[in-house]
């Protein structure tokens, strides 16, 4: 049985309103009111354009002359799993953000079928206007739905080569679902060869929590170290697998020859990450 965990602003917002009857009148049912979520707000700093949900904390960014690059060192980190999957035929993410990912996914693969998947209206407007999302297409779909319903719905299962998760409401100190229940789901979207990156936040409690629900629901987890900003990336396998690291070196090397991506740096990140699991 999945666990449903919502985000603040759906928790908070979707509450229906308070009705008083008048006197001798049937109560009436509360009509749900329509979901509000934090404010979208944007800011602008020597040519990146950062997304905010009406907080300090950065929920993506985007180089203006470079909008299908994915401009913070974690969301460059969340592609590591092009590291075993080569050439993907279904990819997913699960938060939008700035669209970085599901931009750089739809340009570099043009063989793949990209799926966003976001809950906040706001968030995929914002995309369109401001951060050079393109429209849906054959490839393309950008779904307004909650993450949860996506990876439970039956019809997505076994489907993904890969999956990225990237889930945080205004307060951006851990992922809105975090239980071993909705990792369950996540690994249940993957083929046997697929992989899922999820960005953490390393200095938080819900670091520790999502390492143990992963840890429940996949065969094999490595953490590459934590970045400046505190994000760390999770790299999960549906099945565990040999780490090849010569194997890993040529194929970050033919990474960044395609794609800049710092690939190098991904396995000194795994090997480091092993040894750390090891000690």
């Known amino acids: 049985m999945l666990i449903k965990r919502k985000s603040i602003e759906k928790e908070e917002s979707s509450r229906p309103a308070a009705s008083k009857p008048k006197p001798g009148a049937e109560p009436r049912k509360a009509a749900p009111r329509k979901p509000k979520y934090a404010p979208v707000t944007l800011s602008e700093q020597d040519g990146v354009r950062y997304l905010h949900f009406g907080t300090e904390w950065v929920q993506g960014a985007m180089r203006i002359r470079k909008p299908d690059w994915p401009e913070l060192e974690y969301a460059q980190q969340m592609m590591a799993w092009m590291l075993w999957v080569e050439q993907p035929r279904r990819i997913a993410q699960l938060g939008l953000g700035t669209a970085a990912l599901t931009k750089f996914c739809y340009k ?44 439970n719905d039956r019809g997505n299962h076994g489907a993904l080569d890969a999956l990225q998760v990237d889930l945080y409401d205004a307060t951006a100190r851990g992922p809105v679902l975090d239980t071993p229940e909705f990792y369950q789901a996540c690994a249940a979207c993957l083929n046997d060869e697929g992989v899922m990156t999820v960005n953490l936040f390393g200095d938080h409690p819900s670091y520790a929590k999502n390492q143990k629900a992963m840890k429940f629901a996949f065969d094999q987890v490595i953490c590459l170290p934590q970045v400046h900003d505190g994000n760390v990336v999770a790299i999960a396998f549906k099945r565990a697998r040999a780490l090849d690291l010569e194997a890993l070196k040529a194929r970050a090397t033919h990474i960044v020859a395609e794609t800049k991506l710092p690939a190098k740096s991904w396995v000194k990140g795994i090997q480091q990450g092993v040894q750390q699991q090891q000690a």
């Open 108 to 151: 570099q693969f043009p063989q793949a079928e990209v799926t966003a998947v976001e809950l906040n209206p706001s968030v995929v407007a914002i995309c369109e206007s401001m951060f050079k999302l393109p429209p849906n297409d054959q490839r393309l779909h950008v779904l307004e739905m909650d993450a949860l319903d996506f990876v």
